[in-house]
């Protein structure tokens, strides 16, 4: 593995987060779905009410990923839980250790604050990501359906 530097990140890197962000849409074949705009990732991200927290990973000084991730709430466990929404690494950095010292240090802010899981998504025809998380020993849990209201379809419900 290269040079390889994980750190918060800070408000001057929305831009190259939301950078990161389009070369992921464009990965999983949904480049149309980014909305955000720097404006909004700084405010979600960066302001005194965000709740989300971001890092970057840089391999020689160079923004090669990023992860999202945020807290939520186990009541059978009783404990907080952490949700990654994102995990990116450009393609020039993959297979390289890159991906998993990103995710290795997500894994170490779940045990440092106490975390009584730490979860994700991914999606069901992504085989390479399937394949590096079971690699690092996670297993899917095939017995939950994720369902969402978005967009039309939350408004219209909120305001029923």
């Excluded at 005194?48 to 992860?67: N, P, Q, W």
Aim: aromatic fraction near 12%.
């Amino acid at each position: 593995m290269r040079d390889v530097t994980i750190r918060p990140a800070r408000f001057d890197d929305a831009a190259t987060i939301l950078g990161l962000i389009q070369q992921l849409a464009d990965y999983e074949k949904r480049p149309a779905d980014v909305t955000a705009s720097i404006s909004d990732i700084e405010q979600s991200l960066f302001s005194k009410s965000a709740t989300a927290h971001a890092l970057i990973c840089e391999v020689a000084g160079e923004a090669m990923g990023y992860a999202v991730y945020f807290y939520n709430y186990s009541t059978w466990l009783g404990k907080n839980g952490l949700y990654l929404e994102d995990l990116y690494v450009s393609p020039q950095c993959r297979g390289q250790g890159v991906g998993k010292a990103l995710i290795k240090h997500v894994a170490q802010i779940a045990v440092a604050k106490s975390c009584g899981r730490f979860e994700w998504c991914v999606l069901d025809w992504n085989q390479p990501a399937i394949d590096f998380y079971r690699s690092i020993g996670a297993k899917a849990q095939d017995e939950w359906v994720i369902y969402r209201l978005d967009g039309d379809d939350l408004l219209r419900f909120a305001n029923q």
